[in-house]
């Protein structure tokens, strides 16, 4: 079946800090990929979504880069804020549509990043 | 307003006891989602109400049961809770199925004692 890899389960950095969560999947399909951000007491939201056709994402000074070679998809941020300080998931969606096209998570990434 | 709304966002309840979770949407989304969030585990998807059409995962397909009564509104039902139920209940809604956005409520922590 489909999965979702997340290494890194938790990263601590400081303010103005290079940012990179790292993300592998496994999916018999050419799949759309995301990430997606929970802050605290709140639920998880879309950072950014990527398909085969445009292979980059970025939104809010994060980038992720679609790498169909190593199944990756990183997540990366040049200068991280204290505001950043959440929980990161990854995600894919397979290509297959229909009731298969469900959304499978990784375990998420808990940055903190202190002042 | 993108928001999903989810009541009570705490639950206390005792093993054995039923649970009934509520999830509201007004974006007027087709789909929408129950999932289950243990800590250090990867959310996972319970099931989900496409339009009227409800599928569960072949794997919680006992032991989750789920009305939609209108479009807006979704509940998750555990007739029996156990101890192993004890998680957050993340509910989300999304224009038809696939690769499209998922809006996520805050969740409701259960705890079954």
């Known amino acids: 079946g489909d999965s979702v890899t997340q290494k890194q389960g938790q990263v601590t950095l400081s303010e103005d800090d290079f940012l990179f969560i790292n993300c592998t999947y496994s999916t018999t399909t050419y799949p759309t990929l995301f990430w997606y951000v929970q802050y605290p007491g709140q639920g998880p939201q879309l950072l950014l979504k990527?398909?085969?056709?445009?292979n980059k994402g970025i939104s809010r000074g994060f980038e992720a880069t679609y790498d169909k070679g190593t199944t990756s998809f990183h997540l990366q941020k040049a200068s991280v804020q204290e505001s950043d300080s959440a929980v990161y998931f990854c995600?894919?969606?397979?290509?297959?549509?229909?009731?298969?096209?469900?959304?499978?998570f990784g375990k998420g990434t808990k940055l903190s990043v202190k002042s | 307003d993108t928001t999903v709304k989810q009541n009570p966002r705490y639950k206390l309840a005792r093993v054995g006891k039923p649970v009934n979770l509520i999830c509201s949407q007004t974006m007027n989304h087709d789909t929408m989602y129950w999932y289950q969030k243990k800590p250090n585990q990867a959310p996972k998807l319970l099931l989900f109400y496409y339009d009227k059409i409800l599928n569960r995962e072949a794997d919680t397909f006992e032991k989750f049961q789920s009305s939609r009564p209108n479009n807006s509104f979704c509940s998750l039902y555990i007739g029996s809770a156990g101890l192993e139920y004890s998680a957050m209940y993340l509910c989300?809604?999304?224009?038809?199925?696939?690769?499209?956005?998922?809006?996520f409520g805050p969740g409701t922590r259960l705890t079954v004692l």
């Open positions: 990527v398909t085969t056709a445009n």
């Open positions: 989300a809604s999304s224009t038809g199925l696939g690769g499209y956005e998922q809006y």
């Open positions: 995600a894919l969606v397979p290509n297959s549509g229909g009731s298969n096209a469900k959304l499978t």
